[in-house]
Every structure is written in C-alpha cells, then in structure tokens.
C-alpha cells in the first residue's frame, strides 16, 4: 500500500520512518510513505502556502491552490487520480482499532496534514473525501495524527511485529472482543515489595488465561464502561465473564 503525505514539514517524519518496529513496514515496501510538500507548488518568489483569512481574525488560512496542485501531482505519481483524501481534521470521524484496520488492508491514499488556524474550505469540499480526528484536542498540524494513523496500520502488516500474534493481544482487537489489555509483568518476580500476581506464576494456562480475561474485564468496566455495553450486546461475554465483571479488581 501506499501513503502519500502532504505536509510543509517533510522533516518531521525522516526520524519516525527510520525508528523502531514499524520500521520494517517502511523499509520493505510493505507501506510506502512519499513526502510531498505544497510549498513546491506555490507560485511567486516566495512560494507562498497561506494568507489572511476573509472576515478577519487571528491566524493564518491554507491556501486552496498550492494543496491542489501539489494534490494533483501526488495523485498522477500514484496512477491513481480515484485515490481517497484524507484530512485530519477536529470534525473527522475519532480514530479507532476498526478504521486502523480498514485503512491497513487498502491500497492506501493521500493525506493531507493541515496547518495555522486551517485549510481554505473550498479545496475540503472539492478534493477532500475522509476526514479524521484523534480525539477532542487540537495539534498545531496534521502531521502527528498522520504519525498516529502510519504507526498504528505498520504494525498490523506480516512480519512487522517480531511475534505474529503481538497485535492480536492489542487493547480494542476484536480478539480481545474489543475490551482494553491486562496488565504485563516480567522479572524480577518481586520489585519494591510489589509481587508479580500468583496466577502468572502458577503455570496453569487456563488459571492464566481465566486471570487476564478477568483484569480485562475489571479495567474496560472501569476505564471504558462503553466497551464492555458493545461487547455485551454483540455477546461477546459468557456467564463467567459476567460474574467476574460483580467483581471488584
């Protein structure tokens, strides 16, 4: 698949596609991510990307025809002038595991990292066709969420994790039914007076299992109630999930 990046600071993802596991997406060709910057396609001496915005106002506005032209020369490099438009954007549909997935298995698309106080509407309305958000919070740019979305699909392709069943285990995996991980221990067994929970240490699979099942359980309770309601009604829960979910942790 490939991921072509419009953003004024190409700079920012030299470091994050060299760095840690999901390099190997990168490296291999598994997700191709090309760097395309706006500035390239502004016209005048100073190649100029913004202007004041009309109605007045603090902040600097995007302009429509840089974005489109170098839109447009993203699109012919990728063949494929259909490609999906992805904004990150406060109005954009919250990035979840569901819509990670959905992107990790297309072909990919061109994304649009947005700066200043925002895009001129008139280049959204007519060449943008998604739209997401992190979360209800404003980044300075598009391109940390951008950062988010590349990271989090990298590590659902074959052999990007060092264990093929590492992502499976994931917080909101369908294979978790959707509910947050369990708590991780390793050695030394026993750290400031804290001891690693006898279940793990016991040696009894399903004791272990029926163990990280419950703290799951407990902490999406807890932490996410909304989780548990989904997996409820999507019956996901058995009898004994239900009378660990009367337990307190």
Not at 143 to 164: F, I, K, N, T
Request: charged share 25%; net charge negative; hydrophobic share 45%.
């Amino acid at each position: 698949m490939r991921f072509d990046v419009i953003t004024l600071f190409p700079e920012l993802f030299a470091p994050f596609l060299a760095s840690g596991v999901t390099r190997r997406a990168y490296e291999s060709g598994q997700v191709e991510v090309v760097l395309w910057n706006p500035r390239d396609y502004a016209s005048g001496n100073y190649r100029r990307v913004d202007d004041r915005p009309f109605g007045g106002g603090p902040g600097m506005v995007m302009m429509a025809e840089p974005l489109a032209a170098c839109l447009d020369a993203a699109l012919a490099a990728r063949g494929d002038t259909a490609a999906p438009v992805l904004l990150f954007s406060p109005i954009g549909a919250v990035l979840r595991h569901a819509v990670v997935e959905r992107w990790s298995a297309s072909a990919g698309a061109v994304l649009v990292c947005g700066r200043y106080e925002g895009i001129d509407q008139r280049f959204i309305d007519s060449r943008v066709t998604h739209q997401l958000s992190l979360g209800d919070f404003v980044l300075s740019g598009g391109e940390v969420a951008a950062m988010a979305l590349l990271d989090a699909l990298a590590r659902l392709q074959p052999g990007v994790l060092g264990d093929a069943d590492s992502h499976v285990q994931d917080s909101f995996n369908p294979a978790l039914d959707g509910l947050l991980d369990c708590p991780h221990y390793t050695r030394p067994e026993e750290w400031n007076g804290s001891a690693v929970p006898a279940p793990l240490m016991s040696g009894h699979h399903l004791q272990i299992e029926r163990w990280r099942r419950d703290q799951r359980l407990a902490i999406t309770r807890d932490r996410r109630p909304e989780l548990i309601d989904a997996a409820r009604q999507a019956g996901r829960l058995s009898a004994a999930d239900e009378k660990a979910l009367q337990k307190k942790l």
